[in-house]
């Protein structure tokens, strides 16, 4: 018969196997730090407003860019996965009521329809994850700014989208001065955090609580002719979810470092013109930043 002390010991061996020690060092990983506790109030903040301010008339003229912006990448979603399929890309329009269209000929319908959400609320994510340091925040400005080109390009003919553009680039300019960005930073965490939201909003009016004959997911049933429309906005709902999730999750597990550290180092990673560091770091949270916001971002590229 085993004694008790063997039974202990064979119990600590099982606690201590490798499946242990990974859920261990992930919840370590996750716990987040004061500096990623401040960013999490932040982006809780923002979601209460942001839902406020959607609902209340002529307060919702505050967000309006930012609803217009995120259409922008609905339709900007649409248009690289056309691109990706051969598709021919004729336009980009966006239109006051908060709507946009895509034209395009060729392609694959079943890719190019449902990548209007699906990549918005993935590249809503990758905004949330940047926006837990400043220096991933700036590249993923850049990588935005890379977007907004195309989008240029593709909606030449489209004045509101180039006031759009041109108005999102001269603020987050603006915010890239503020405080060595750390404004840039609470910037591109609020884009992030309205393209996830616009995207589960726009899922449940347009496709869950009234059926819309023009949506994507009512497009998409069309074409596959399995499941209804709602069944489509249902699970691109859950996808829109789990990116909002995950984009969480990968901030807190990637960008560690506090207030402190993310402010020396963006003093000396693409600095603001005329400070005193004007070198690139070499630090491994600079790379740490530079390897997530550019994977994330090609990512979204893709």
């Excluded at 196997?17 to 261990?24: D, K, N, Q, S, T």
């Excluded at 990548?115 to 837990?132: H, T």
Aim: a neutral charge; aromatic letters at 12%; glycine letters at 8%.
């Amino acid at each position: 018969m085993p004694t008790l002390d063997a039974l202990n010991t064979w119990n600590d061996t099982l606690s201590s196997g490798p499946e242990h020690l990974f859920i261990r060092d992930f919840k370590t990983q996750i716990t987040p730090n004061v500096t990623q506790r401040n960013t999490l109030i932040v982006a809780g903040i923002y979601i209460v407003v942001i839902f406020i301010l959607w609902h209340v008339p002529y307060l919702n003229v505050i967000i309006y860019p930012f609803k217009l912006l995120t259409v922008g990448f609905h339709e900007m979603s649409h248009a690289i996965v056309g691109v990706l399929t051969c598709a021919r890309i004729h336009s980009i329009e966006l239109d006051p009521d908060e709507g946009g269209a895509t034209r395009m000929s060729g392609g694959i319908p079943w890719l190019t329809l449902p990548a209007g959400y699906l990549g918005s609320s993935f590249i809503g994510a990758c905004l949330i994850a940047c926006g837990f340091n400043t220096n991933a925040s700036k590249i993923a400005s850049l990588v935005l700014a890379v977007f907004f080109l195309f989008t240029l390009w593709w909606a030449r003919r489209n004045i509101l989208t180039w006031v759009l553009i041109l108005a999102m680039s001269g603020l987050v300019i603006l915010f890239w001065f503020v405080a060595q960005g750390v404004a840039l930073r609470y910037l591109v965490l609020f884009i992030g955090v309205m393209s996830c939201m616009y995207v589960l909003w726009d899922v449940i009016d347009d496709t869950l609580a009234r059926k819309v004959h023009t949506s994507d997911a009512s497009a998409f049933a069309d074409i596959c002719g399995c499941c209804p429309s709602r069944v489509w906005g249902f699970i691109w709902l859950i996808q829109a979810f789990i990116f909002f999730a995950l984009g969480v999750i990968v901030g807190l597990v990637s960008f560690k470092q506090t207030a402190e550290q993310q402010k020396d180092d963006a003093s000396r990673f693409l600095p603001v013109p005329g400070s005193k560091s004007g070198a690139l770091s070499t630090s491994p949270d600079i790379f740490l930043s530079i390897v997530v916001a550019s994977v994330l971002g090609a990512l979204g590229a893709l």
